[in-house]
């Protein structure tokens, strides 16, 4: 095991990571930016290291500190945490090529799965289901054309660096495509500094069904069940439960299966999630793979019964998985909520400021994981998202009571929260039936208050604020 982890990154997810250092008995290095010099992560990890001003190029993104903070600590392993540098094979290279351990996987792996349309082909070799579309990138308009000829209209743009709905375009005719290609070409070059699209059929009402996966260093992989995480706001999660509401148990193993053969043809090691686009008639279709831990792990935790970081840092150092595909037996029901330091009123704008006074409920089935404490400032620099409130019950049911009660319970001062908005979600007819699809919020939001947004627009299109990077 490690002797010292250095984490790169802030917020709640740098107190998660902590926390299972500890309980694992190895030393933790906080390193921060000088906007987080009051941040809970730095007040309970054993040593810390500030790497920088508030920016994030000069601090949580930049390799050289965060190598030098690693050195001088005399860390052996660094976290990335998700988004930032988590998913930046570059960064686990650096890492690694400082004789410090990268937790996480292969910086191949990223690099592999980070190129979503080598990714999609490369899971199609793998024989999962994939949509039909483009193999590899478009080449000209007339070459786009033909494909989408072939593959049938309604067919949908992507960029092969995005991911998160950036650079996306639906489109419904030949004439549109030939619009909306240099279009979407203009916006993956200024997002990611490259026009590289593919196109693929457009499934108009999917749900967002993910798969979490576990590999260890010996070639061993294995599905720990899914989770639903459809309703989303301009591509930012919400709402997360696991496990998929109403999914049927056949196809729950074939998705799972699907998803640990994909892991296996490119020897995948860690943690990993499949993403997938679910279709009502059962019918399921891989979309990316996400490289590193995820934001919504705890509902996946909470059903298993596992503390998936721990499983986590102990693949990193190498141990084998401590248990087989059979003793992965999901029990009861968890739902997630992202409290987001927003207001839902004036279109979710940002609502950074001092937390005046807090008190967060308690009690059966309810976890709570955030960085916040009465006092503290929450700085502009960062992503919204200031704490996650999980609910677990014996049933679906039980788990959107206790939600809503916790919710209810809840009080944050001094600043706008996405609390009331999700509560309004949880109490939705629709939500408590199970199995709303992407559209869902969007649909909810245009009864609650209309006028009605321009229908048919693409999903990341030219929608804006564009959110900041999250997991
Ligand atoms: C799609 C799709 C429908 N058909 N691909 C959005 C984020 C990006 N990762 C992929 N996304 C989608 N890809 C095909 N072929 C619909 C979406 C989509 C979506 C997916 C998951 C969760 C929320 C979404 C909201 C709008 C669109």
């Known amino acids: 095991m490690f002797k010292k982890v250095l984490i790169a990154n802030r917020g709640e997810i740098a107190v998660r990571v902590i926390r299972a250092c500890r309980e ?11 906007a987080d010099r009051e941040s809970l992560h730095v007040k309970i990890a054993d040593e810390s290291v500030c790497i920088g001003p508030a920016k994030s190029a000069e601090s949580y993104l930049a390799i050289p500190r965060l190598l030098a903070a690693a050195d001088i600590t005399k860390a052996d392993a660094i976290h990335p945490g998700y988004g930032f540098l988590s998913e930046k094979a570059q960064f686990a290279e650096a890492v690694e090529s400082s004789g410090i351990t990268f937790i996480g996987p292969t910086p191949e792996a990223i690099r592999l799965m980070g190129d979503k349309s080598v990714a999609k082909s490369t899971m199609k070799a793998a024989k999962v289901p994939t949509l039909p579309g483009s193999e590899g990138i478009l080449e000209s308009v007339p070459h786009a054309l033909e494909i989408a000829e072939q593959v049938g ?28 290609l240099p279009m979407a070409q203009a916006e993956a070059m200024a997002a990611f500094s490259s026009d590289a699209m593919y196109l693929e059929k457009f499934l108009e009402r999917p749900r ?31 709402i997360e439960e696991a496990p998929g509401p109403g999914l049927d148990p056949v196809i729950r193993t074939k998705m799972g299966e699907a998803a640990c053969r994909g892991a296996k043809q490119i020897g995948y090691r860690g943690l990993g999630t499949m993403e997938f686009l679910y279709d009502a008639d059962g019918s399921y279709y891989f979309m990316e793979m996400n490289t590193r831990l995820q934001v919504e792990h705890p509902v996946t935790e909470m059903i298993l019964s596992l503390d998936l970081v721990k499983l986590q840092i102990r693949l990193a150092a190498g141990e084998p998985l401590p248990f087989g595909q059979e003793e992965v037996i999901p029990r009861g ?58 609910a677990y019950g014996a049933t679906r049911e039980e788990a959107i009571d206790r939600m809503l009660r916790a919710l209810d ?26 199995g709303v699809d992407t559209h869902f919020l969007e649909e909810m939001r245009s009864e609650a208050a209309p006028p009605t947004p321009p229908a048919g627009s693409a999903p990341g299109g030219a929608e804006s604020p564009p959110p900041p990077p999250a997991g």
Do not use: W
């Open 333 to 390: 029901h968890a739902i997630e909520c992202r409290i987001n330091a927003e207001s839902p009123r004036q279109n979710f704008r940002p609502s950074p400021g001092k937390i005046e006074s807090l008190h967060f409920a308690g009690g059966p089935g309810i976890r709570l994981d955030t960085h916040i404490y009465s006092g503290y400032s929450i700085p502009p620099f960062y992503d919204s998202m200031i704490a996650k409130l999980i």
């Open 208 to 238: 967002h069904i993910e798969i979490q996966l576990a590999a260890d260093i010996f070639g061993n992989v294995v599905h720990l069940c899914e989770r639903d995480c459809s309703v989303q706001r301009r591509h930012q999660k919400l």
């Open 24 to 34: 694992l008995g190895v030393r933790t290095v906080a390193v921060y930016s000088e």
């Open 153 to 180: 209209y309604p067919v949908i743009l992507k960029a092969r660096d995005g991911g998160g709905g950036k650079g996306m375009r639906v489109v419904r005719s030949g004439a549109e495509l030939e619009r909306a």
């Open 409 to 434: 319970e809840s009080r944050i001062e001094g600043i706008d929260t996405t609390m009331e908005f999700q509560a309004e979600v949880l109490r939705h007819p629709g939500f408590r039936r199970g």
